[in-house]
RNA sequence: GGCCCCGUCGUCCAGCGGCCUAGGACGCCGGCCUUUCAAGCCGGUAACGCGGGUUCGAAUCCCGUCGGGGCUACCA
């Protein structure tokens, strides 16, 4: 049996990041076994559903590199692979069941069901669905439903009874039917809920492995129990653990960059994404944390996937884009510098200038750990007037040696021979003796005059890329306003 | 409330009866390096929720308890 497993977003928002790791673990797992990733997607919200966010889902995976072999945008043997588009298959299905006395209409309205529920509670017992429509002989259901009465189609659950399933994470889980009720398949206005959809469609596409999220696990009886009654055969589930902010609390929209979008965004390398993300619930082995996603594909593993919830920990992924930022081929860095700058400085860069990204891109593609701080590092290489940060300003330019440093830095660099490095350097160490300063009093004057902060790439490079006459430039308008 | 799931450092993970005086990573603290900031290196901090069993021996198995979470819709 070749393993098929699916993702099935719904576009009624942006792609969550917790959806995002359970695309990865199915992608792995496929990817492992040899089996089929398949992208389905799940709008029978027509109303919620919004085209954009199907398009956000299509360039977040592609962002990962989860490349799916059947589904939405490439295709396969079951149509369009989009639930809009097989509302008459699911009505068929349902129809199939009721024609078997495994479903039936039920004509209460969503008040009295309400009422009821809040009767139940008040006495304590369970407020689920009491199943009295269930008692309608077939002429009378069929009567009403053909005199247009308003109506859903519920499944009937058998009772007693008892749903078993191993699930790969969570192992052997059972639910009594008894705390099951029997749940809505079809609504009033004909359309296919959630459960009904998604079980019909893992039927049809010969789906053998379900992983999603943990919060579907007593939801999973029911589309057994579908699955059953439609004669499928049920695959086999595994429940992901869930992903929680920093708070301890759900990962919701009040943590900010829930979507994979904010990340994608916000100066993060897709390959230190899927490796964060692999760690959630996951471990390639217990000594080891950075790998590549051949590693990742190698060794993974659902049965050894964690049954804790996790919290998603922004830190920590920031600390491995660093890594990964620091593991670019300096070129591939700069590559990615240009455009970033570029959109600070709100024009494009001219040719000079480019070589003076080229050449300051190595130092500080050691120093960030996100893309969006390159812009930051960079600019000041371009200001006209150069801005001054105010406390590296009042920390080292008020000190009394700063203006004979200033000075003395001034008339060595203009005697410099060539301007490279290493000889500004030896100029500027030989002033440091002269004046008998130690590299902090001496070089931070100069760092804050050319670079306008204490916080800069380091010094000598630095000005070697600046260049003689804007650095001698900088140096004396610094003096000057001492 | 009912049903279900979970419970190892602040966080993520390792551990699957003796290798555990519990290991790795992030974070944090200290040191080295050093012209700043990073990076790097070295060191440190910090956990088996609690109570009973089972066993020669338990973080590992069982029960209870407490705590957290999910579901309980004509949402998904």
Redo the contacts with the bound molecule.
Sequence with gaps: MTVRVRI???P?GLLHVGNARAALFNWLFARHTGGTFILRI????LA?SENEYEEDVLTGLGWLGLDWDEGVGVGGPYGTYR?SDRLDRYAEVAGLLLAAGDAYY?????SE??ER?KEA?AQ?R????DGRCRLLGDAEAGRRQEQGE???I?LAVPRPGVTTFD?I????????H????D??L????G?????L??TVDDVDYQITHVAR???????TP?HILITGAMGGSVPTYA?L??L?G?D???LSKRHGDVSLKAYRDGGFLPEAMFNYMC????????????FTREQAIERFDL???????????P??????N??YI?ALDPADFIDRAFPLVEDELGRELSGAEREQVVALGP?VQ????LLTEVPEMMTFLFEGALSYDETSWRKVMETETTPSALDAAIDRLTAVGEWV?ADI?AEL?AMLDELEL???K???P??VAT?G??????????LEVLGREVTLHRLRAARAKL
């Design positions: 099935a977003p719904s009624t799940d709008d029978t919200d919620r639930q039920c004509f209460c309205t969503p069901l309400d529920r509670q304590g369970p407020p689920g669905y308003a109506a859903v519920r699930d994470v969570r192992d052997e889980v059972r639910f009594d008894d705390a099951i009720d749940f809505v079809v609504r009033s206005d359309s296919p809920t959630y459960h959809a998604s999220g943990e919060d579907l696990l007593s939801s029911k429940h653990p869930l929680f920093p301890g609390k759900k760690l959630l619930g996951w471990s390639y082995e217990a000594e080891t944390t950075v049965s050894a996937v964690s049954k804790n919830a996790a919290i998603f920990d830190e920590k992924l920031e600390w491995m660093g890594v620091r130092l050691e120093r960030v750990k490095a350097e160490r130690n590299a902090r001496g070089l931070q100069i760092r670079t902060s204490t916080v800069s790439p380091p010094l000598f490079e630095t």
